[in-house]
């Protein structure tokens, strides 16, 4: 069968309890307030554009011994994830509340069972300003109990399979008052066997992707030789590529602002 399958079979037909929190999940979706800004729109013309930051080890280790301290229990990728919304933003960038964070889908496949390829889905969670980096690790908590990745990904593939069938193919549009979205995604430690780099100095991580939509901004964070690198990805005719490199450079200062 195929992983999907494979995946929902295990992760909802043998746990039917958790449809009750997926449907009341869908209608909090459903019931949220739409954050897009009114105006008009024009076709995008692509431009894709990379930035680059690296935060250093001892800096790293720094800021987990804060977090340590401020929010046991909460893992980094949630305190990253709301140190880039807080640096956009004051970067002079408009930035939508909702945030997407991918989940790696091959935790609910049976045991023996993997993919060659990427088998994720995109969640997303609107920030707390109050309460941003505790709430979104609750929320992604959550998220994972319920299988919320799974059931994502299957109205997706329902989604694109009618598109295609129809034949629909909506062309990328711009609004006239773009509004940034952030989706950041985590690759871990890079790599995960021992390799020995010639100078551990230089060692780097860039990772390729590609901008979520028009307004998205795709931030990939990397781990190694305990440094942290962040890769930025988006349109430089939609953010100014200055801005988007200051708000990366910022995220250390954030995190300290937010664990502080």
Known sequence: ???????????????????????????RN???????VAGGSRPLVPSPATRVARIPADVLTD????RDSAL?????????????????????????????????????????HDTLASFSAGLDFTLDGDDGPRRLQAEM??????ARPV???????????????????????????????LLHSSIGT????????????????????DPAGPCGVTVTSATVTGALWL??????????????AAALASVPEQIRKLLG
Request: aromatic share 6%; with cysteine.
């Open 231 to 244: 890769t930025a990805e988006f349109h430089d005719t939609v953010f100014d590529a200055g801005k988007i």
């Open 63 to 66: 800021l987990r011994r804060l």
């Open 72 to 112: 046991p229990g909460v893992n980094m990728f949630a305190v990253q994830t709301c140190a880039l919304h807080e640096a956009f933003a004051a970067a002079g960038l408009d930035v939508d509340p909702t945030v997407t964070v991918p989940f790696d889908v091959r935790r609910y496949l049976p045991d023996g």
């Open 190 to 209: 890079v790599p995960r066997n021992p390799w020995a780099f010639s100078d551990p100095g230089r060692a780097r991580i860039l990772v390729a992707s």
């Open 151 to 181: 059931a994502n990904l299957v109205a997706g593939t329902v989604k694109t399979r009618a598109a295609m069938r129809s034949g629909r193919h909506a062309e990328p549009l711009l609004p006239d008052r773009p509004r940034l979205r």
């Open 30 to 36: 459903a019931g949220a307030p739409d954050t897009a």
């Open 1 to 27: 069968a195929p992983p999907l399958v494979l995946a929902a079979a295990r992760a909802i037909g043998r746990s039917p309890q958790r449809l009750l929190p997926l449907w009341r999940q869908h209608r």
């Open 141 to 146: 908590t959550a998220a994972a109990r319920m």
